[in-house]
């Protein structure tokens, strides 16, 4: 298995054996201009997860049976109609939303209400208040995104063309009643999206097979299953 990590600072992989256990890995940082930390040029992050999966594979010539990922947690990726990147990845460092966030939190009945729904507190880190604070303060970038993405769907959709997203990773957006597990219709009312602007959900264990292109890149096997995995804490 070829497992996949993109984080906040580097791409990883691994190779691992169901016999043999761990093979090898390999780290590539990201170059300053694709992370600061608070945002990634997502092109420049998988362009750099390419290279890193390269590395390993020259090094080890094996049969790879399935590809695996982990990315961070509470990413906002915002795409145009034709599912193209606008702007910069918000990752969870992200603090821009902190005002925004602290006004609602002093809501103590809406705070309590929401922290129950989606088991996030009302906090700058989650995606849902990004967004929200967008819209008070970007509304022209927020009128272009058509869809609304993160680091786990951009990678996943690179290697299969295939929109999803785990429920793992949407657990932690505040879009998400962990009740139901499913997209919280209020919640998506409340911040102004359809929920066709969101993946599909689907378990971690989910596959997708590895596209002809994808596959010629990387030099491994078209309709390899990639299983979408989930965060990396």
Not at 53 to 60: A, D, V
């Amino acid at each position: 298995i070829l497992g996949l990590e993109v984080s906040t600072s580097s791409a990883k992989t691994i190779i691992y054996s169901s016999d043999k256990g761990v093979i090898d890995v390999a780290s590539i940082p990201y170059p300053e201009k694709v992370c600061d930390v608070v945002s990634q040029d997502i092109q420049g992050m998988y362009a750099t997860l390419l290279e890193c999966i390269k590395k390993i594979l020259e090094n080890n010539h094996l049969n790879i049976d399935a590809l695996s990922l982990s990315t961070t947690w509470h990413s906002l990726l915002l795409l145009d109609e034709n599912r193209n990147p606008i702007g910069r990845l918000k990752t969870w460092a992200d603090t821009e939303a902190g005002d925004t966030a602290t006004r609602y939190r002093l809501k103590k009945e809406f705070s309590s209400k929401f922290y129950n729904k989606t088991g996030c507190v009302i906090h700058s880190v989650y995606p849902v208040w990004k967004y929200i604070h967008m819209k008070e303060t970007d509304r022209e970038t927020i009128d272009r995104a058509a869809y609304i993405s993160s680091q786990q769907e951009y990678v996943f959709e690179k290697l299969t063309e295939e929109r999803a997203v785990s429920r793992t990773i949407a657990s932690g957006t505040g879009f998400f009643n962990i009740n139901k597990l499913e997209w919280d219709e209020e919640i998506l009312e409340f911040a102004g999206i359809k929920k066709e602007q969101l993946s599909p959900l689907v378990e971690p264990t989910y596959s997708a097979p590895l596209t002809k292109e994808a596959a010629e890149v990387m030099g491994l096997t078209a309709g390899l299953p990639v299983i979408i995995g989930g965060a990396d804490g």
